[in-house]
């Protein structure tokens, strides 16, 4: 009966203690973070890509790791930035742009250069932009970041769904998701905003709209980064385009901060001067 008594007394002396009143100091102090990692979503959400709750589910090893710098091969055609030629058979409405470019061209003009103003290059032209582009592969997403205006891309691979249409947030390198398809990564992507966005320029303009989807197989040929893209814009152009392209890993250089601003770019012909047909 005295142990039994003692347990009581025990636990009516911490309840007391638990209940008295906090001194200033204490209760100036933050709240405790609660214990253990609570990494619950509201209905409905989506963990983050760098959630460590996503990060750490179980998931079937990668076939291979795109972690690196990589730059478009230019080794046999210079011109390799380029998704054209060949060319699908454009639409009415790219039809008249096309035509433009070719006329101002052919008068020494420059035809609604939108990424010498600034606008982001946008996906695919992105990819291939003069300067390389910087990897990095996560269980969960693939992020890029292009040497060119430093414009982010995010390929989320931790199984998650394309956004309602209704609810996506339309940009210029759209809303891109990845499959494994045995050593092939399947890339599906779909939100592309349609304003200012071009799948050529410099002498060829042909615009991409929001209807644009593009699929890319990624895949590694040897040392090299192979992407063969499916893209279709019903819009733009009729059916299927496509091109298949390389990329060399550079191990020399890293990925600088770089801001687009017209101030920096007033020695270019295609921002100033009086060639720049805008409209």
Not at 52 to 60: C, D, E, G, Q, V
Not at 192 to 204: A, L
């Amino acid at each position: 009966m005295r142990a039994v008594t003692a347990v009581v007394l025990i636990g009516l002396i911490a309840t007391s203690c638990s209940q008295s009143p906090q001194t200033p100091a204490q209760a100036a102090a933050p709240a405790a973070a609660p214990a253990a990692a609570d990494e619950t979503v509201g209905e409905g959400k989506q963990l983050s890509a760098l959630a460590p709750a996503n990060l750490t589910k179980p998931r079937p090893k990668a076939p291979f790791d795109v972690t690196g710098n990589w730059f478009i091969d230019v080794s046999k055609n210079p011109e390799a930035w380029r998704f054209g030629p060949p060319y699908p058979k454009l639409t009415a409405v790219s039809q008249i742009e096309w035509d433009a470019a070719k006329k101002y061209t052919a008068q020494g003009k420059v035809y609604k250069d939108d990424i010498g103003q600034c606008w982001p290059a946008g996906l695919p032209l992105i990819m291939t932009r003069y300067w390389p582009m910087a990897m990095v592969q996560i269980p969960t997403a693939v992020y890029m970041i292009s040497g060119f205006m430093n414009s982010v891309r995010i390929v989320y691979l931790d199984g998650r769904k394309h956004t309602d249409p209704d609810l996506i947030v339309r940009t210029y390198n759209g809303e891109s998701i990845g499959t494994w398809d045995g050593d092939t990564l399947v890339v599906d992507t779909i939100g592309f905003r349609g304003d200012h966005h071009w799948m050529d320029q410099g002498g060829v303009a042909i615009p991409a709209g929001e209807k644009l989807h593009i699929v890319e197989r990624v895949k590694m040929a040897g040392p090299q980064l192979e992407i063969e893209y499916t893209m279709t814009d019903q819009e733009h152009w009729e059916g299927e385009w496509k091109s298949t392209k390389r990329f060399n890993r550079v191990n020399d250089e890293d990925i600088q901060e770089v801001s687009c601003l017209p101030d920096l770019n007033q020695h270019l012909q295609s921002t100033t001067s009086k060639t720049q047909v805008l409209k």
